[in-house]
């Protein structure tokens, strides 16, 4: 049996039932592969179907505002993901009337859209015989054939794009492409994969040769930043005063408090100070200082400290981007994940 059948073989047997798998909708299928793009399936899935529903038809999606979807997206992460969505939602009723585009080329036009995400399209919803490479198929290819240059290298990537074309199985490409990404979601694993049942260990390189745990080999580590961040949280009466974050960045589009970044740690008396002289405003009292918390972000470490200011005069006198909400308004706008926890934690947010 060879490569291919033996993992087909083995998806018939184990696959999830997943919804996205039941459709052939390209519209809902790039849905579920950018929502699962860095998210395990069960966090995902409830995202698919908040998005199905919120948005039945990439035209819905395209009609909506960033800040529904930001609202909609918010606790994934990686909110570019978001952004680029919707953004590519209005590509495809502009620079396509409105039909979702129906081949590798023309889906890899999309904002958001890159050579994995267009193979994954083209192949379920369209039959097109291209070879999906992801992290599960890098780990399945580099152990099985025996990768052993770093797959993030030049060498290492050209070896795995040309084995994925050539083991790709071209009479059913879809269930090929869902089969070797189930096998490395869930037989071959990053830790402890399941060789000893595996169909696949006969002609395994990686397990004749010791080197299960080796493999795939990575040159590059991912360097993990710190940052600190003291906010300053703005408080008069019923609202609070957030701001929207313009330009590049993880959290762009999404609201967050006026701060101070700093890449090595912020002494909490003279953030308060510089908290404090932030705004000119008369009668402001710090009135709390919140514990340090920790947010790890995947190329960030976040060490974050909340300074609570009552301002007992509202000021109108607010920055570009700044806006004084109450609770129900600031229910309706997307925030970063550590902000949704502080302002849960002081009763600010359902
Ligand atoms: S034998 Fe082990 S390492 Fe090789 S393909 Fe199977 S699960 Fe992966």
């Known amino acids: 049996m060879n490569f291919s059948t033996s993992i087909i073989r083995w998806y018939g047997f184990h696959k999830r039932d997943l919804p996205w798998r039941e459709t052939r909708d390209p519209y809902r299928i790039w849905l579920s592969e950018i929502i699962l793009q860095q998210t395990r399936v069960d966090q ?22 960033q800040d529904e979807v930001l609202k909609d ?15 590519a939602a209005n590509q495809v009723m502009q620079e396509f009337g ?28 369209f039959d097109e ?12 290819l580099s152990r099985f054939f025996g990768v052993t240059d770093a797959i993030d290298s030049k060498e290492g990537k050209a070896q795995l794009v040309k084995l994925s ?6 009479k059913d490409p879809a269930t090929h492409n869902q089969a070797i990404m189930e096998f490395g979601a869930l037989q071959c694993t990053p830790v402890s994969p399941d060789c000893t049942n595996c169909p696949l260990a006969k002609g395994c390189f990686a397990l004749a040769n010791e080197m299960v745990a080796d493999l795939p080999w990575k040159e590059k580590k991912t360097v993990v930043k710190p940052m600190h961040i003291a906010y300053a949280v703005f408080i008069n009466e019923d609202s609070i005063l957030m701001k929207q974050r313009k330009g590049e960045g993880i959290w762009e589009g999404l609201f967050d408090f006026p701060s101070i970044v700093s890449e090595t740690p912020i002494e909490t008396e003279h953030a308060a100070r510089q908290l404090l002289q932030m705004r000119d405003w008369k009668d402001t009292l710090l009135s709390e200082v919140s514990e340090e918390v920790t ?25 570009n981007g700044e806006k004084w909400l109450t609770k129900s ?4 706008k ?10 849960k934690e002081i009763d600010w947010y359902e």
Do not use: C
């Open 44 to 65: 995902g899935m409830a995202y698919y179907h908040k998005f199905v529903k919120n948005y039945p038809s990439v035209e819905d999606l395209a009609n909506a505002s």
């Open 295 to 319: 947010h790890i972000l995947s190329h960030r470490k976040i060490k974050a400290r909340f300074f609570r200011i009552n301002v007992l005069h509202k000021p109108h006198n607010i920055q």
């Open 98 to 125: 409105g039909e979702f585009p129906n081949n590798f080329n023309e889906i890899l036009k999309l904002k958001g859209v890159g050579e994995y995400t267009a193979a994954a399209i083209s192949s379920f919803a």
């Open 73 to 87: 997206w918010q606790g994934l992460g990686y909110y570019s993901r978001a952004r680029n969505l919707h953004y």
């Open 334 to 343: 997307g925030i970063p994940r550590l902000i949704e926890n502080y302002l």
């Open 129 to 140: 015989a291209q070879a999906v490479i992801d992290g599960n198929v890098m780990r399945v």
């Open 329 to 332: 308004e600031l229910a309706e």
């Open 165 to 170: 074309k050539e083991h790709l199985n071209q």
